[in-house]
């Protein structure tokens, strides 16, 4: 597997290599934001009146809306993994949350081609700063043996749910935070520090030489933790509160806990400003380095929002009207506020139906860089010219999600048709449910009593996307 690999990738490089000389002035950059646990209703272009997202809400306004794109699955690593390969849950590798010792998730295996890999290939400089959560340090999952340049952030997920940790990684190295000794509150918060490492990659990047950055940033992941500084200050005593108790910092806390807040309204309002705050600094810094005219920003969400540590979703309408939350697929879990920006290409004030999902954004971007699509990227079709407004994009016959926790999960969206099966890897999965989201867009109505053969045919395109893995068994497999 190790000599297929660098044998496709010296195909893509040769191929890519061709086609880049082909078209230098029209591959742009590309920046990739992808916020943690955001819902769809948790910006002010959605429908969020609670409070404020005015960058997120410009580049809406000044770009495309893209209003049924999706997330790879209701958490995080599997939902990265599908956004990486270009294969949605039933195929990707990683399909779960699984850690390993002493610090990381299950790797990637050094097989698997990523979006980073292709774009490399084709002579993009790559970035990453963020959260990683697809392969320790030192293994074969590490971003910088999956095609970044770059890496700078949290490589392990359970270690991000601290935003005072006490180290953080660039590349191989690791750097300690002293101030926040073993986790110490209120010293520094490491957001803001991989904030500006990113802006000082876009500070360096050559005008010679396109680039791919990728940011999975980390607000407003569920410690509802942010600095006392004037954006939680603004939003304290504006709702009714009710303080969380944690697990604080200090000698004794925990990688994985989440803090006690006293205002946990006002700190995830806080926290999704901060997060805006950061989609406006990265706006203005390529404006600045001349940029903005040749570079695609596309901004987006890992899955829906969270209920732990405090987090109260239901008050903020966090969902914007859809039904469920992260570890759900209904369409609250997995349906993304999305948006594509890209002045004098993409027209400003566009709205797009178009379904899509993170599966698409490896084939979009390969073709937006003028290079070849790998065949392990099977499931994703290319919107690349929904972008640019040249001709219609290909459909997807159907999009297919799973989950492997709560007894498992399953899902199909075929159309305006949307089916659900929960208890899918137990021995009495439950009945299928079909919603019709083209009039109940909340999944209120179930049809499949009404409409069984449909419901049916739907349950038979779960059972045929699903690939067995050894790694993350399902259903049957796990038995």
């Known amino acids: 597997m190790k000599q297929f690999a660098g044998l496709l990738l010296v195909i893509l490089f040769s191929w890519n290599q061709v086609q880049a000389q082909s078209t230098p002035s029209t591959r742009p950059n590309i920046i990739l934001i992808v916020a943690d646990d955001l819902g769809y209703g948790d910006v002010g272009y959605n429908g969020q009146k609670l409070f404020k997202t005015p960058h997120i809400d410009r580049l809406a306004a000044q770009g495309m809306r893209l209003t049924q794109f999706y997330a790879g699955t209701s958490v995080?690593?599997?939902?990265?993994?599908?956004?990486?390969?270009?294969?949605?849950?039933?195929?990707?590798?990683?399909?779960?949350?699984?850690?390993?010792?002493?610090?990381?998730?299950?790797?990637?295996?050094?097989?698997?081609?990523?979006?980073?890999e292709v774009l490399q290939a084709a002579g993009y400089r790559?970035?990453?700063?963020?959260?990683?959560?697809?392969?320790?340090?030192?293994?074969?999952?590490?971003?910088?043996?999956?095609?970044?340049?770059?890496?700078?952030?949290?490589?392990?997920?359970?270690?991000?749910?601290?935003?005072?940790?006490?180290?953080?990684?660039?590349?191989?190295?690791?750097?300690?935070?002293?101030?926040?000794?073993?986790?110490q509150y209120n010293k520094i918060f490491a957001p803001d520090l991989i904030q500006q490492q990113a802006l000082d990659f876009i500070g360096k990047v050559s005008k010679d030489q396109p680039f791919f950055l990728f940011l999975p940033y980390i607000l407003p992941h569920a410690e509802l933790v942010v600095p006392d500084d004037s954006l939680l200050q603004y939003y304290k005593g504006k709702f009714p509160e009710k303080p969380f108790k944690g697990a604080d910092y200090g000698p004794n806390a925990t990688k994985g806990g989440y803090a006690s807040q006293e205002y946990p309204h006002a700190a995830f309002a806080a926290m999704v400003a901060r997060l805006?705050?950061?989609?406006?600094?990265?706006?203005?810094?390529?404006?600045?380095?001349?940029?903005?005219?040749?570079?695609?920003?596309?901004?987006?969400?890992?899955?829906?929002?969270?209920?732990?540590?405090?987090?109260?979703?239901?008050?903020?309408?966090?969902?914007?009207?859809?039904?469920?939350?992260?570890?759900?697929?209904?369409?609250?879990?997995?349906?993304?506020?999305?948006?594509?920006?890209?002045?004098?290409?993409?027209?400003?004030?566009?709205?797009?139906?178009?379904?899509?999902?993170?599966?698409?954004?490896?084939?979009?971007?390969?073709?937006?860089?003028g290079a070849a699509t790998p065949p392990s990227a099977r499931d994703g079709l290319s919107f690349a010219p929904l972008l640019t407004g040249k001709s219609i994009p290909p459909v997807h016959k159907y999009l297919y999600w799973e989950f492997h926790e709560q007894g498992g999960k399953q899902a199909v969206r075929q159309g305006n048709w949307k089916a659900i099966r929960l208890n899918a890897a137990t021995n009495?999965?439950?009945?299928?449910?079909?919603?019709?989201?083209?009039?109940?867009?909340?999944?209120?109505?179930?049809?499949?009593?009404?409409?069984?053969?449909?419901?049916?045919?739907?349950?038979?395109?779960?059972?045929?996307?699903?690939?067995?893995?050894?790694?993350?068994?399902?259903?049957?497999?796990?038995?």
């Not at 849950?89 to 610090?103: A, K, L």
């Not at 910088?144 to 490589?155: A, I, L, M």
């Not at 732990?308 to 369409?331: C, I, Q």
């Not at 079909?434 to 049809?447: I, V």
């Open 126 to 183: 790559t970035g990453a700063f963020g959260k990683w959560g697809l392969g320790p340090v030192g293994s074969e999952g590490n971003p910088t043996r999956q095609g970044f340049d770059r890496f700078y952030g949290y490589n392990c997920q359970t270690l991000a749910h601290r935003y005072y940790p006490n180290h953080l990684w660039d590349n191989d190295q690791q750097v300690v935070l002293k101030e926040n000794g073993n986790l």
């Open 276 to 369: 805006d705050r950061y989609v406006g600094q990265i706006v203005a810094k390529i404006k600045e380095q001349g940029l903005d005219q040749n570079t695609l920003i596309l901004f987006t969400s890992d899955n829906g929002p969270h209920l732990e540590g405090g987090a109260d979703p239901r008050f903020f309408n966090s969902g914007g009207g859809l039904r469920g939350f992260k570890r759900d697929l209904y369409e609250g879990g997995i349906r993304m506020p999305t948006v594509a920006y890209w002045p004098g290409t993409i027209k400003a004030g566009t709205e797009s139906p178009h379904i899509a999902a993170f599966w698409d954004l490896l084939p979009t971007f390969a073709e937006l860089a």
């Open 428 to 479: 009495a999965p439950s009945p299928v449910e079909l919603y019709d989201l083209s009039q109940d867009p909340e999944e209120k109505n179930n049809l499949a009593s009404a409409h069984a053969q449909k419901a049916q045919e739907l349950g038979r395109l779960m059972d045929q996307a699903h690939q067995p893995s050894a790694l993350f068994p399902f259903g049957s497999e796990a038995k």
């Open 76 to 116: 995080c690593a599997p939902s990265r993994s599908s956004l990486m390969t270009g294969q949605h849950t039933g195929h990707t590798y990683i399909r779960g949350n699984r850690g390993v010792q002493p610090e990381g998730q299950q790797p990637l295996a050094d097989s698997i081609v990523t979006m980073a």
